[in-house]
């Protein structure tokens, strides 16, 4: 087990280019989770997976923001259009929940996007 | 909407002394509350998960309390070393799919 992995590790985009954010989770991992991190802030919670279904959506997720998460494996988070104020770390954590109760999140050492 | 907040934002101590990072929350019905370390430019790494039923839980020199019905949890770090320096979030959840609320964490730097 190798933990969550994301690619890139970093992404430098002009402001109104498309990009696309991948991320690996634990193996047998059910839930999944993205955040964005700003700098001195806490993370923020945008979405999660519970297998391949979303379940819920921040309203930080505009709709130039989408997430995907195909098979219940490995999940994408594309933005479109992007602004300067989606410069931030883009962080994904994985856990398994069994019966329902969730347990220790795992995170992945974050994307992070600089809009230009 | 679940407040958190981390007293003190920044903590500087000298090598060896006992470390003491708070934190509030105002909705104290939570499922979990898990602490985490974070190193500069890099993720969050996992400390310590005490889940509601619990009132504390211990990992090494990390010991993690929890009083839900005030809406507090602790986490002391014994005798620091210079590797602990990082900033140190705690997060709780409310929800059964394990959302979670962050603080903005307390920075911490111990000097060796």
């Known amino acids: 087990d190798t933990g969550v992995s994301q690619d890139p590790r970093h992404k430098i985009t002009k402001r109104g280019q498309n990009v696309t954010f991948r991320c690996d989770p634990i193996s047998e991992h059910n839930r999944l989770y993205w955040y964005r991190q700003t700098l001195g802030q806490g993370p923020e919670f945008l979405t999660y997976f519970q297998n391949e279904a979303q379940l819920e959506k921040s309203r930080l997720l505009s709709d130039r923001f989408s997430a995907e998460r195909p098979k219940g494996s490995f999940s994408t988070l594309e933005i479109q259009r992007t602004e300067q104020g989606d410069s931030a770390m883009y962080l994904c954590?994985?856990?398994?929940?069994?019966?329902?109760?969730?347990?220790?999140?795992?995170f992945g050492p974050g994307t992070r996007l600089t809009v230009l | 909407k679940q407040e958190v907040t981390q007293i003190p934002a920044a903590l500087s101590v000298p090598e060896g002394e006992n470390l003491v990072l708070n934190c509030s929350f105002t909705d104290s019905a939570i499922y979990n509350l898990q602490w985490f370390r974070q190193d500069p430019g890099k993720g969050l790494t996992s400390l310590l998960l005490?889940?509601?039923?619990?009132r504390e839980q211990t990992s090494g020199r990390l010991n993690a309390s929890l009083d839900k019905s005030s809406g507090r949890s602790t986490l002391y770090i014994a005798a620091s070393q210079p590797g602990d320096s990082a900033t140190y979030l705690c997060a709780p959840t409310t929800d059964s799919w394990g959302k979670f609320q962050f603080g903005a964490g307390t920075q911490v730097v111990v000097t060796p």
């Open positions: 005490i889940q509601s039923s619990q």
């Open positions: 954590a994985s856990s398994l929940a069994i019966a329902g109760i969730p347990d220790t999140q795992y």
